[in-house]
């Protein structure tokens, strides 16, 4: 049984940095699309990152969030992490993790990312964790 939990929420002021991990346990941890997501109250689940974890680690960012946070992987640990640095308050939400099996090879970041957002059968999410940045 898979099971994704998610930890390093916390309040931050604007320009300030928190790291997220996603501990995973119940699959093996390769060959899959994973990525963070958000909802802020009242808003739609958006995707904030996404990583092919078979191979070449293809990574994938949406436009407001790139050049600020790195979706990484810890393939020992079986653990994803998401750094944020320069934090704005837009970005509070509660961050979800997902995780979703592949089968065959060569896939992209950008493949992940809207497979994850069409949320397929299969896929896998964990509880969440609160970033809330103060401006």
């Known amino acids: 049984q898979v099971q994704l939990v998610e930890t390093g929420g916390g309040a931050v002021q604007a320009g300030g940095s928190l790291r997220l991990s996603c501990a995973a346990s119940?699959?093996?941890?390769?060959?899959?699309?994973m990525g963070w997501f958000r909802q802020a109250p009242g808003e739609e689940r958006e995707g904030v990152a996404s990583?092919?974890?078979?191979?070449?680690?293809?990574?994938y960012y949406v436009r407001s969030v790139k050049g600020r946070f790195t979706i990484s992987q810890d393939n020992a640990k079986k653990t994803l992490h998401l750094q944020m640095n320069s934090l704005k308050p837009e970005d509070t939400a509660m961050y979800y993790c997902?995780?979703?099996?592949?089968?065959?090879?060569?896939?992209?970041?950008?493949?992940?990312?809207?497979?994850?957002?069409?949320?397929?059968?299969?896929?896998?999410w964990g509880q969440g964790t609160q970033v809330t940045v103060s401006s």
């Open positions: 990583i092919y974890t078979g191979g070449v680690y293809a990574t």
């Open positions: 997902a995780t979703y099996s592949l089968r065959g090879s060569g896939y992209s970041g950008s493949w992940c990312h809207a497979r994850l957002a069409s949320q397929p059968t299969g896929i896998s």
């Open positions: 119940g699959y093996t941890f390769s060959n899959y699309c």
